[in-house]
């Protein structure tokens, strides 16, 4: 881990941590390792406190110690409720590969400010680990801190796992050490079988019988400490596996900076550069397992990157693209993947900052464009161009507007749109591609547009039926860019329209067509309905100035087949065709009775005028239960009447024997003896019914009336709705007590108060006022 200068207890800290290689992250970023405060440790690592005292004391520091430095930092102390066990003696920490958390880059805008390639290091660099375990390629040497797996079998039976020592041994039981270091593993098995075949008879050299075999096979696999420095987001030593290439290390260490060099990535060992490793033969080329293999020791150096070029425009990948030394515009449209098919070669343009070095020869020419004869350049490696640092280059795409075509549209034609101009082709060629032209096509006259060279544009008027029939002077010769106009009939006249209005299944406004019929409209509008007058049709015309209408009654009949005045009756322009209601069709209506009756149900009404007595007569009549007086009446709509059914029952002819409507319910209660009180009385209770008793009565059963009651304004709600003040409540009704509106209560005093502290000021003013003038 790079140390940077930081206080005492963040040095002790870090250092420990790295000790154990058990922090989250491989190392930390350089702007955190300068802050003194060990809560953003915490932060980084993801430890909580106790888990960094565990930490620390397994790097060897005393509980004392831990105290001092974590209390010093603003770190809680340990609890007493949970002491910490004794620390048994902690073995050399193994190096061993640390879990890097995401990395975290600078943000970069979305217009194309970051580098091409760097986006692959925006992802967990957990998705790009090594294995800790075999497998491994068949050129790994093995070294200190390896793992071997032996497994003898048949007349011998062992399973040992083999650990490299510093030395580079393994321990074989009843053999010795064997030196396996730098060896492959299929070395390594050869070398091991050997010593073992000294000790087991059953191992025999090779084209003898063995009937002992031996298996060696890689376990887990040791780490290395290399270092990231330069142009990376987290620069710092790191504990990654012995497999791991460059760029997994530069995926431990979040990738490189905004200013590092994805061409030079740099390997040095020893303190001599022994590999340059250019990371767009990774991206484009998918080169990753051709990197050489990392080394304990190794330094990974990212320079800054020192020339980066944009492009932009009709390439396949735009962006902004590094530069070796060396490579000019051919090799960047390489990198880019070339340019696309709609790419201008005239011309490109680069948009230069001029070089330090050439501005003396240039004053007043700081920034530069150079265009670029693109098809050359791609054609003839000599012509290639050189780049600067910060050159833009931008390839433009050729213009929309196609210079061979011609086109026709409108919907008197049966395929309009553009086609191919070809020399000689006239207006009646041209219909003839777009597949001719419509039953409705306007023929008489079309316009054609035609573009000049100076981009104005003329019109030209033909007839497309004599240009169709080949007469030169309308079937004109057609040039570059002409569109050819066609319009239908349709385009230019309205379409004519009847109407048909009341009893038939769908009115509304109906296309006129050639020839139809009063019959036919009427079929095209679903028939006539149920309650049609069948026997004859109105019919408006527009009539001749004065008048507005003439009027014509058909006669008509419900099979349309037997019409024949209808059938013969061919409609014009703005007819209005008026079916009418049959004054003797009735649909049949329902009314409802429910509750104490005998037959309960909805019943169809029989005549316009029957009345409620007849309906509860068609019902059986009341039963003993029920209570008269306390029916309700409801009627369509939510409406809730007061009728009296006793009175209605006794005499048909009289006010409260009303006439059914459809929709009608008639509900008859059962009798309840009660009569319920409510509102401001002082215990709202429902009491039994009294004869004769009055509001009084029932008022006291309530405990009389709460002092905010208003007595003038108590009603009795009967049981069939009627509402009035006072009274005897039949059995059923409620009386309701409302509540006086309270008034605001008046404080006179203080208001007197107020008056008088107004007064004593006046008083005082014109005292004040007095004394000034004298």
Partial sequence: MKLHSRSPLHVALTSALFAVSLVSTPCFAPAAHAANDTRSLLAETGLTPEQLRAKLRDAGQSDASIDALLQSSGVP?????????????????????????????????????EPFGFEMFHWSPATFEPLSYGPVDADYPLGPGDELALTLWGDSQLALTLAVNREGFVTLPDVGQVNVAGLTLEEAKARVRGALSRVYSGLRPTGQRSTTFVSLSMGKL?????????????????????VSRVLNALYAAGGPSRDGSLRDVRILRGGQIVAHVDLYDVVLGG?????????????????SAERRVRLTGAARRTGLYELREGEQLRDLLRIAGGVLPEAELERAQIDRVTPIAQRDSLRGQGRIAVDVALGRVLADASADVALFDSD??????LPDRRSNTVRIGGRGVSRPGTYEYRPGMRVSDLVALAGGTTPDAYLDRALITRTLADSTRMSLRISPKKALAGEPFDDVALQVLDDLSIRSRWDLEDRQEVSIHGMVRSPGTYELLEGMTLTDLIMKAGGLAENALATRAELARVAEWPRLADTLTVPLDRDLTKCAAAAALVLKPHDAVFLRRDPNFIEPSYATIEGEVRFPGTYALLRRDERVSELVERAGGLTDLAYARGVTFLREGGSKLAIDLPRALRDAGSAANITLVPGDI?????????????????????????PGAGVGFYIMQASGFRQDADRRGVVVISPSGRVRKGGRPEPGSRIIVPARVQEEQKDHLKDFATLMSILASAATTVYLVGQSAK
């Fill in 77 to 113: 102390r340990r609890t007493s409720a949970a002491p910490a066990a004794p620390a048994a003696p902690a073995p050399a920490p193994e190096p061993q590969r640390a879990e890097p958390a995401p990395a975290t880059r600078p943000a970069f805008t979305p217009n194309g400010d």
């Fill in 222 to 242: 040791r780490t290395i400490q290399v270092f990231l420095l330069g142009q990376v987001v987290r620069p710092g030593a790191y504990s990654i596996s012995s």
């Fill in 287 to 303: 080169a990753a397992t051709q990197m050489a293999r990392l080394q304990n020791g190794d330094v990974v150096f990212v320079p």
């Fill in 392 to 397: 833009s280059l931008t390839v433009y795409a």
């Fill in 666 to 690: 008639v509900r008859v209660p059962r009798f309840t003896p009660t009569v319920q009180i409510e509102g401001a009385v002082q215990s709202p209770v429902t009491a039994l019914f009294q």
